[in-house]
């Protein structure tokens, strides 16, 4: 019996809350994340073709440059309908550079799938978004993809989540063959097997096949034992029956997946469209609904308070991504709380201003479709927001409440852009303008010293992207610079009692102000002591109020000025502790003023006076090449200052770990193609800072 793949509504039905999923799909790069959300767009009917990565077909990778480079840059939020349920789901980059799409993304998610190679495990990227996962608290399930490669092992994949991400891994699943013989899996819940013929849509469920029913049989034992520890009701039906029915594991499972506790782990091959329908009804049974997570929370003239998800309640919604395009500005929304009609005004709570909701779309990648209204729950486009940017809170007007928005990563990697033509300049700083208006993590400055316009973002392809973005959606001619990355400076050696007084008497009221510092190194990473601890703290250990309490604030405001530009070279200061230890004051002649001088000035002498040490960016650098390249990479990476950390041979392949300084990483990919003959591929992801050697302190 073949089952029924058209288990979609049409868009013009909407269900209760409770038959939302508001779902992303993350992974490594590569993993197949595109992949498995045009099959899953196919299998719902809202699309009547499979597209391919390869051949630039997919729906979500919709941007010239996504098809050109055959990766996900850009978070694509798209709409389908499964079993009488709405999911809304997003696919979001695998490349580091674009980490901040995803952060965005899982600040308005409710769940997530996220997806891992058979053949690779768990990857760098995909240990890095499961810990941002992990701290937006957004509850997932597993699918191990690309069964049907070589090398792939469903239990080697399964021992590395296990190992690297340290959830429970709760496998449903028992694949049917492997590699090119991988045809179906059995559902360990329902003890039947579920088996894909090429060419024909839909799988077909027949009873487990006789030579595999010791093995089903054997890991639905293993899966009950597990279930059985981690949740009470479920191992109480397991002492008194020694066994667990299906309601009661489909029950605990759902009850570990939103706790965090466990994770349900799939299998399948979405390229051939194997496995992808039991991972759609996974994800329905499993994940929650905005009524199974906690009430959005915001503030309000200071105080916190919680919207729930009720269409009734006020409105409140979150603007998560804007596309800013020549003829206008489109804004996605997460709606939390309340019902929004077109026509409607809100206000963003960010700036006070009142904006007219003009259009609501139903969002399709790139395709829209019209809505007269979106409620709790939906995640939609609007166009009618002039200001929204990303991150802003969207309300009912007499109802305000501030939502947290997501957290933006600092820049590390900067170049130095200008219009070929000087006639071009002006619209060269509109074009930087929008771009910094779609994606927070690209930051646009001036240079007061050299006057350059300089373009800062997380990574090479990051600002590569950026300028191509430029230069085909503006056609503008940019000349770009070598990339830059932000160096940092910190104290290695401090000074006690460094004393400054600022005396200013020039007519008029006077200035006065005397402080004792003390500086101190702040400490290092408990997790690398390379790593210094990014930040300032500040004490006060004055007695008797020789400074008083309002005059200890300015001086703290004072030595905050003073970081934003170190002796060795003019970089940020990070990673020191200063301490009032003394002072005095003039009874007519001292102000906070002049006390944030004296903070200021003081601690830009103690720092000349300490030992200071540059800091620079590193990534840490997967590279997976043949074994026969390995001795040419080592060589090129101890070359770049790279230090290796852990190396594996699988399949054939070599897999090297190093940690490298960032500014030695620009142009790597041209040198890695070249000594592998373009076979080796690399990932990186940020490391935090080390020291740099003394003879390469860079100048301002």
């Not at 980490?99 to 690779?120: I, K, N, Q, T, W």
């Not at 990673?575 to 001292?590: I, M, Y």
């Not at 830009?604 to 074994?627: G, H, I, K």
Request: proline share 6%; charged share 25%.
């Amino acid at each position: 019996m073949r089952t029924d793949l058209h288990r979609h509504l049409t868009d013009s039905v909407t269900g209760p809350l409770a038959a939302v999923r508001n779902l992303g799909i993350l992974a490594h790069v590569d993993a197949g994340k595109t992949t498995v959300t045009e099959r899953i767009l196919y299998l719902t009917g809202t699309i009547h073709k499979r597209g391919e990565v390869h051949d630039g077909t997919t729906v979500t990778d919709f941007d010239p440059q996504e098809r050109d480079r055959g990766i996900t840059i850009f978070a694509a939020a798209v709409s389908c309908a499964w079993d009488g349920h709405r999911i809304n789901l997003i696919d979001t980059p695998g490349h580091v550079d674009f980490s901040d799409e995803v952060e965005r993304s899982l600040r308005v998610l409710d769940g997530a799938v996220a997806v891992f190679d058979a053949v690779a495990g768990v990857e760098p990227q995909s240990e890095s978004v499961w810990r941002r996962a992990d701290r937006h608290g957004v509850p997932r399930i597993a699918f191990v993809n690309k069964l049907d490669r070589a090398g792939a092992d469903l239990d080697t994949a399964v021992d590395s989540i296990r190992e690297r991400l340290h959830p429970a891994p709760l496998v449903v699943q028992l694949p049917i063959g492997s590699e090119d013989a991988f045809t179906g899996v059995v559902d360990l819940l329902r003890m039947r097997a579920f088996v894909w013929t090429d060419g024909v849509d839909g799988a077909e469920e027949i009873p487990v096949p006789q030579d595999l029913l010791e093995e089903a049989r054997r890991r639905r034992r293993l899966l009950e034992e597990a279930v059985a520890e981690l949740h009470p009701a479920a191992l109480e039906e397991f002492c008194a029956r020694s066994t667990l029915s299906a309601p009661t594991l489909s029950s605990a499972l759902r009850d570990l997946t939103r706790s965090g506790e466990g994770v349900v782990v799939l299998c399948g091959s979405a390229y051939r469209n194997r496995g992808v329908e039991p991972l759609l009804d996974a994800m329905v049974a499993y994940l929650p609904s905005p009524l199974d997570v906690p009430a959005v929370r915001g503030t309000h003239e200071g105080a916190e308070r919680e919207r729930a998800a009720d269409p009734a309640a006020p409105f409140a919604a979150l603007v998560f991504k804007v596309n800013a395009t020549a003829t206008g500005r489109m804004t996605y929304l997460r709606v939390y709380a309340g019902t929004v009609e077109k026509g409607q005004g809100v206000l963003d709570v960010g700036t006070g201003r009142t904006e007219r909701i003009a259009r609501i779309l139903r969002v399709r990648a790139d395709r829209h479709a019209e809505l007269e209204r979106a409620v709790a729950g939906d995640i939609v486009a609007v166009i009618g927001p002039k200001s929204a940017r990303a991150g802003a809170t969207l309300c009912a007007p007499g109802a305000p409440l501030l939502l947290e928005p997501p957290v933006v990563a600092d820049p590390v990697v900067s170049v130095a852009v200008e219009a070929r033509s000087s006639t071009e300049t002006d619209r060269l700083v509109s074009a930087l303008a929008r771009l910094a208006e779609e994606d927070p993590s690209l930051v646009v400055r001036t240079d007061p010293e050299t006057g350059q316009t300089v373009l800062s973002g997380m990574g090479e392809l990051h600002l590569e992207v950026a300028v191509e973005k430029i230069r085909r959606a503006h056609g503008l001619d940019v000349a770009v610079g070598r990339p830059r990355v932000s160096y940092r400076e910190t104290v290695d050696r401090g000074v006690s009692g460094l004393v400054y007084r600022h005396v200013k008497q020039d007519g008029g009221a006077g200035q006065f102000a005397h402080v004792v510092l003390d500086v101190e190194p702040l400490g290092t990473d408990p997790g690398g002591a390379e790593d210094p601890v990014a930040g300032f703290v500040f004490r006060s250990a004055v007695v008797g109020g020789r400074v008083p309490q309002e005059y200890v604030r300015a001086v703290e405001a004072g030595c905050r000025d003073a970081l934003a530009e170190g002796p060795l070279g003019g970089h940020p200061v990070t990673g020191l502790r200063v301490t009032l230890t003394d002072g005095a004051t003039h009874a007519k002649d001292s102000s906070e003023m002049a006390f944030r001088a004296a903070g200021r000035v003081g601690l830009r002498e103690a720092l000349r006076a300490s030992a200071m040490v540059l800091l620079e960016p590193v990534a840490e650098v997967t590279v997976t090449v043949r074994e026969e390249a390995v001795g040419a990479v080592l060589g090129d990476l101890a070359a770049r200052r790279g230090r290796v950390s852990g190396s594996l041979v699988r399949g054939g392949t070599s897999v090297i770990t190093a940690t490298v300084p960032l500014a030695e990483l620009f142009g790597y990919a041209t040198r890695l193609r070249s000594r592998t003959q373009g076979r080796g591929t690399f990932t990186t992801r940020p490391a935090g800072l080390a020291p740099a050697p003394a003879q390469g302190a860079p100048a301002r």
